[in-house]
């Protein structure tokens, strides 16, 4: 069996997977403390991942009736994320890796996210476009084989998750607020406020700098009464813009695939309308549960199945990285 960790940025994540991706175990420790500032504190993230990450590991054994005795293969999210976070899972797997002499995985963790769809008991099989739509990234991505992934598309500043939180924060819903952003969206029109798609953003990439300042200056314009009174058709129009530069580019992709299909994943594939759009793409459409499509350690474990492992101790000096590269097949 697979253990997985996966700490790139506030959740702390273990998971017991087996070799023909059978979840036997999927613990997922999320840090509420960073609600009370607005957003993730890097600094905080890593602390909270050090106290937890032992007891996670635990759980998960422990709820996946193993031990340690069990696991062939360590793995880990080696980036992007936030270093000092990533550093603890990183030193964790090592340390676990190390003292049995176990094999170790180091896993990009975009291609966890895509690798999400290989998971038991419905996986989903190559060839496919893959749109990953997270408070930490935006990808647009052709997959041909299960070890990788071709990056079509990427933001070029906010990701989607990211748009809606801050577009969430300047109507005052709180953090994360894309799913209060997006409950507010279901009883306002998306038509009463004109908002940019970022269709002036070439090929597949993305941008939704210039929507949040849309917003921004828009609630500015209204006044604090009328924003508050708007607020349902603020959210929906707002909401509309997001998906629509997401469902645009997707559909760009597909287009140039003989034989298109799609897969959708990260914490934004829980949006309504999101879900909705894509199924009217009229292509075959794969959604992992939502417990997969957020950050865990199982699509981690699942990415491990089709990347090269290191042996002991060749992964001693491994490093984490904080920032995304191109991930070719
Ligand atoms: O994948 P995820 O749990 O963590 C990251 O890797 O970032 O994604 C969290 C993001 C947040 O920005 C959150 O606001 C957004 O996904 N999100 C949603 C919805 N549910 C979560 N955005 C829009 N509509 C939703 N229903
Ligand atoms: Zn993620």
Redesign the pocket.
């Known amino acids: 069996m697979i253990l997985a960790l996966e700490t790139s940025?506030d959740?702390t994540c273990a998971a017991v997977v087996t070799h023909d991706g059978e979840i036997r175990a999927n613990v997922v420790s999320s840090q509420g403390v960073h609600a009370t500032f607005g957003g993730v504190v890097p600094e905080i993230a890593s602390r909270h991942h050090l106290e937890l990450v032992n007891a996670v590991v635990d759980d998960a054994l422990d709820r996946a009736g193993a031990t340690l005795d069990d696991a062939d293969l360590i793995a880990v999210t080696q980036g992007p994320g936030l270093v000092g976070a990533l550093l603890i899972g990183v030193a964790t797997a090592k340390a676990l890796a190390a003292a049995r002499r176990l094999p170790l995985a180091a896993v990009d963790h975009l291609q966890g996210h895509v690798a999400a769809n290989y998971l038991q008991p419905h996986p989903f099989e190559p060839p496919f476009i893959c749109l990953i739509a997270?408070?930490?990234?935006t990808l647009l991505a052709r997959v041909t084989e299960r070890g990788g992934y071709e990056q079509l598309g990427q933001t070029l500043d906010d990701?989607a998750?990211?748009a809606?939180?801050k577009g969430?924060r300047l109507l005052g819903l709180g953090y994360?607020?894309?799913?209060a952003?997006?409950k507010l969206a279901a009883e306002g029109d998306p038509a009463a406020f004109d908002f940019p798609t970022g269709a002036r953003v070439a090929g597949l990439d993305f941008s939704f700098a210039g929507l949040k300042t849309a917003l921004l200056y828009k609630t500015r314009d209204l006044g604090e009464d009328e924003t508050r009174r708007r607020a349902a058709d603020l959210a929906a129009s707002y909401?509309h813009a997001i998906v629509e530069a997401l469902v645009a580019r997707t559909k760009r992709a597909l287009a140039a695939e003989p034989e298109p299909r799609l897969a959708i994943g990260?914490?934004?594939a829980?949006?309504?309308l999101?879900r909705q759009r894509a199924t009217e793409l009229g292509v075959p459409v794969h959604v992992p549960p939502p417990e997969l499509?957020?950050?865990n350690a199982a699509m981690i474990a699942s990415a491990a199945r089709f990347a090269e492992p290191t042996a002991f101790p060749g992964y001693l000096d491994l490093d984490a990285y904080a920032t995304a590269h191109a991930h070719a097949v």
């Open positions: 940025c959740d997270s408070g930490g990234h990701a998750g990211e809606f939180d969430a994360p607020g894309g799913p952003l997006s909401e990260g914490g934004v829980a949006n309504r999101l499509c957020t950050d």
